[in-house]
């Protein structure tokens, strides 16, 4: 049997009509850049959240360079994040000119460890970037605690966890300003790239709408450097048809992870651990296994997708030798990095496949 780690041919089948409807009239209609459709799905997507606004962008990467640049994060600055994420959370701070000062993770959740980041702020810190990893969200109350203590920006990297729940409350609108992906393979996924960020501060919002487009307002008058960060409207049109879908989409992956917590229960597979405060939404359900290489190469033979997230930490990453780090700075990171990876969790897997999936898993570890 064949079960691929994620299948959006399945999701398309299923809202082809209504999706090929809107992208036609996009089409036809000729306006590709910003428009009422745009601005449509801004306002669902900020009513979706609960969010004040919400400023449609060309992709979560830009999405968080353009955050750092509205809090006026400058070179020289410092920024503290996660050393385990995807790389554009550290990339971005980089691209600025600013410096990632890196934490580790908490063991159970994988996400910033909140208890290691005041030994980390120095007179240069000016945000902390906490990522909702693989759906579910940091713990953020001492977070903002902190924030709050010291005077810093927070940006919540929410590329994972559109829709994730914090204490009841929607991840991306308890910082300053919250960052979303629309990558294809995401819960809510586009038809390419795209982004959005989210605030409650009227300034942030308008200085957001400016940078997204040169830094211009109005049209030819730049009050400020921006760039061209403006969210598609054909990626618009297709994300709204997509976000009512969005809830149930979320709920069948809890339900296909209570399936593998149930058929993992008692073996030398270690599932997820979400906490009681915290409504995921699995972007990825991450296993920690032993063996894991060989895993990968077994489950690839039987016809089981996987992948990897993430197999070097930024810390270790060439690019960052520069900061200093070496093997060992970041244990429980370098520990996630080496023995974890990711299941098949799509909403539209069917019984069997899952079945299959854990069976097979089993299987290799008797």
Request: charge should be neutral.
């Amino acid at each position: 049997m064949k079960v691929p780690l994620l299948d959006l041919k399945a999701q398309y089948n299923s809202i082809k009509t209504d999706l090929d409807r809107a992208l036609l009239a996009v089409v036809e209609s000729q306006v590709f850049i910003n428009g009422p459709v745009v601005e449509e799905f801004e306002r669902a997507i900020a009513q979706y959240l609960n969010a004040k606004y919400a400023v449609g962008l060309s992709s979560g990467t830009d999405a968080l360079v353009i955050a750092l640049m509205a809090l006026d994060i400058k070179p020289g600055d410092e920024v503290i994040t996660t050393t385990y994420t995807f790389f554009a959370t550290a990339g971005s701070i980089a691209r600025l000119g600013a410096k990632p000062v890196f934490v580790d993770i908490c063991h159970d959740t994988f996400n910033i460890d909140p208890t290691q980041i005041e030994a980390k702020i120095s007179p240069k810190t000016k945000a902390i970037i906490p990522v909702h990893l693989f759906g579910q969200p940091a713990d953020m109350d001492p977070i903002l605690a902190l924030a709050k203590k010291h005077g810093l920006a927070v940006i919540e990297d929410g590329a994972q966890a559109i829709g994730a729940k914090y204490k009841g409350q929607c991840a991306c609108t308890f910082g300053q300003i919250g960052t979303l992906s629309f990558f294809p393979s995401k819960n809510l996924g586009g038809l390419g790239d795209g982004g959005m960020a989210t605030t409650n501060s009227d300034e942030l919002y308008n200085k957001l709408k400016m940078l997204r487009n040169h830094g211009a307002h109005p049209k030819y008058y730049h009050k400020i450097i921006g760039g061209n960060f403006r969210l598609d409207a054909l990626q618009a049109a297709g994300l709204k048809v997509k976000l009512p879908y969005l809830d149930r989409w979320s709920e069948a992956r809890r339900n296909n992870a209570r399936f593998y917590d149930r058929a993992f229960s008692g073996s030398l597979v270690v599932t997820p651990v979400i906490h009681a405060s915290n409504t995921s939404i699995y972007n990825q359900y991450c296993v920690r296994v032993e063996k894991r290489d060989e895993l990968l190469a077994f489950l690839k033979e039987k016809g089981v997708g996987s992948e990897v997230y993430y197999p070097v930490p930024m810390h270790l990453q060439e690019c960052f030798a520069y900061l200093g780090h070496g093997k060992g700075d970041f244990p429980i990171a370098e520990e996630a990095a080496d023995h974890t990876c990711a299941l098949p969790i799509y909403p539209e897997l069917s019984q069997e496949q899952k079945e299959y999936v854990a069976a097979t898993i089993l299987s290799f570890y008797k």
